[in-house]
């Protein structure tokens, strides 16, 4: 332990040599003695990566051992969650890699199984299982025991959740055992965090304090303004669920919001800007439709671990319960990156000379006569600046000449622009992997100014037919089908007549 505590003192030192404060106690300092500070430090780092390593990732067992050896004592973990957290960034990449690299798995051993198993062909069927069985067992890496070992100790699934954060975070598509490690704890968390497991919880006023204030903190769709904006999310004719888990109490794992209007909502400013009803008592007679307008994951650690389809479910039957009498389901959603694929395809269009065919020959008559621009390059240009700065939203001419122009782009995009077969858009390939129909486009329903940035105000219902889920998301995932409305497709017409990108 002693290489341990020389690296935390010697990182002490050295964080209290960055504040100026202090600066005059080293000012003595040669250069070289500064050099070789730092280098002691990285050494000293160096060895107790090794020596943590060592001592707390346990050698695999014999396969006829698997379920007779005793587990390591609680303190291994502890004293690798401690360690691990007193790294700095680049120096958690490090430990990461050499745990992936040395400490996965075992190849020649699972080389010498994969070979026999070729050789027990043709032989009965027991041979061939017990061969199968051991090459699977030699496929476990040696930290996986670590990661099932730290999950049982306190604060152990959240250190693990902040864990994988970190990997996402550190950007490790270069290393293939950093992926091996990062697949295996996805791997992990999906199954400790399965839906049997998770627990829905409607957060309203009453609810703790933290609790509130994290609901806040991580809403990421329609930020937060205050305390009385929160009241009003929770509060009548509202609902706000999230699922929690019991190995980390107080934490909301993901959160959905949902307004309970007459109708479909066509804007997001009446849900969240609306404080009429605030203390009023609901009226059952004015709800027939659940809007979801938000879902936030909280935890980045959690990414591709699948809770929001759940939680979406589990909430409609929730509904279903209070308001038997409610039959419309549907999300309204923001387009994040509609505006910034919309200027790439103009400056695709500038370099190509082909600036006439995104809009009709009146819609750039329009453009040029509010900017006083002329036809051509400087025509496409303000376009591109007015979309860049949102300054066309001041002006009831443009917004209402570039209405059908963007309507038409925006359906596309979402309808049209495809990564691997499916949709580009992150929120639309989300709510048609759960089986929602792309219902309506929605002009002006945003006017935010994170709302023009994104999509230029435009927002869409992903409408959850119940009946009809299953067929969707079935069609959607096996055969890259989208279901669509028939304003949608009318849409996505329009571009294809009018527009050529």
Known sequence: MASFHLCTAARSLLKSYRHRAVLKTVQGLRVWELRDMYLCTSIAVHNSMEEILRKTVAPLSTYEMRDKSPPPPESNSMEFMHFYKSLEKEQKLEFLEKLSYDFGVDHRWASDLAAKLLDTQGRE???ILQVEDRLRYSLTPRYRQL????????GGVKFLVDLRADLIELKISDSPHMRDLNSTLKSLLSEWFSVGLLRLERITWQSPCEILQKISQYEAVHPVRNWTDIKRRVGPYRRCYAFTHASMPGEPLVVLHVALTEDIANNIQGIVREFSTLDADEDVNKINAAIFYSISSTQAGLQG?????YLIKRVVRELQSEFPHMAQFSSLSPIPGFSLWLQ?????L???GRAIELLSEQEWREVEDVTGAVPGTPALEALRRLISTSEWIRSDRLVQALEPALMRLCAWYLYGEKRRGYALNPVANFHLQNGATMWRLNWQADTSPRGMANSCGIMVNYRYFLQETSTNSAAYLQNKVIKASEQVMGLVSQFQKNSKL
């Open 305 to 309: 671990v699948e809770l929001g389809n």
């Open 147 to 154: 990661l099932t070992h730290i999950s049982k100790v306190p």
């Open 125 to 127: 069927a027991a041979t």
């Open 344 to 348: 790439g395809a103009l400056g695709q």
């Open 350 to 352: 500038k370099k190509e």
